[in-house]
């Protein structure tokens, strides 16, 4: 089962910041948290992952709570090629389980 | 880098025959794949964890010999869908992952129908 809880639905207006949070307050110390996105009828794309400092890449940026039960994804300019479905992941064991993800509408 | 390949992007059968899928890590070893089945407008749902050169493990509820794991490479691992039925259509995702990274990386799925 999933480890995570994540808002269902969230819409963000384009070049503007999209936040997405996600909970997982069952999280053990060296579980990492992943975040992967789905286009339409696509295989999820790898976004980011971490253990307790915040991440940054080229795509998003990571904020882990200093407890670690709970992130955010945060997408510093969202554009219409952004609009997907977020999950946030965290490992059991060697596995994914996914949740049910937040599906992001950017919006022109 | 890091680009998984699945092969056939779709495929339609008929009822009782079976289907083979390719998953293939084309530029990284790939000590462990995944294999997931993804039905309309839910998520994904892992099926079964392969680690090279060993038997797959399956999560509860998928029957092993229904779906047979092969992973015989490091860069590739099949997904055998024996005797299919209309309610095995579905889209189904293989992930790898290599024995240096944390992350898993998916294919770009595989929609079979069952006719």
């Known amino acids: 089962d999933a480890k995570t809880t994540q808002p269902t639905s969230m819409d963000c207006a384009e070049g503007r910041a999209a936040n997405l949070p996600c909970n997982h307050s069952t999280i053990s110390g060296n579980e990492y948290v992943y975040w992967y996105r789905q286009i339409h009828s696509q295989g999820p794309q790898y976004i980011i992952h971490?253990?307790?400092n915040n991440e940054t890449n080229e795509m998003a940026s990571l904020i882990i709570t200093e407890d670690r039960k709970s992130s955010t994804l945060i997408l510093p300019h969202a554009t219409l090629r952004d609009t997907a479905v977020y999950y946030c992941i965290v490992e059991f064991g060697n596995q994914f389980y996914f949740g049910t993800g937040t599906s992001l509408t950017v919006i022109p | 880098g890091a680009v998984v390949s699945q092969h056939p992007s779709r495929v339609i059968c008929k009822s009782g025959t079976s289907v083979k899928i390719e998953c293939r890590s084309l530029?990284?070893?790939?000590?462990?794949m995944f294999w997931y089945r993804q039905f309309p407008k839910q998520s994904l749902m892992l099926m079964a964890t392969s680690n090279e050169g060993s038997k797959a493990t399956y999560e509860q509820g998928v029957e092993k010999d229904k779906f047979l794991i092969n992973h015989a490479s490091l860069t590739l691992s099949t997904l055998t869908v024996t005797s299919a039925h209309p309610e095995d259509s579905s889209f189904y995702i293989c992930?790898?992952?290599?024995?240096?990274?944390?992350?898993?990386?998916f294919g770009p799925g595989t929609r079979l129908t069952v006719t």
């Open positions: 992930s790898a992952r290599s024995y240096d990274r944390y992350e898993q990386y």
């Open positions: 971490g253990l307790k």
């Open positions: 530029d990284f070893q790939a000590t462990t």
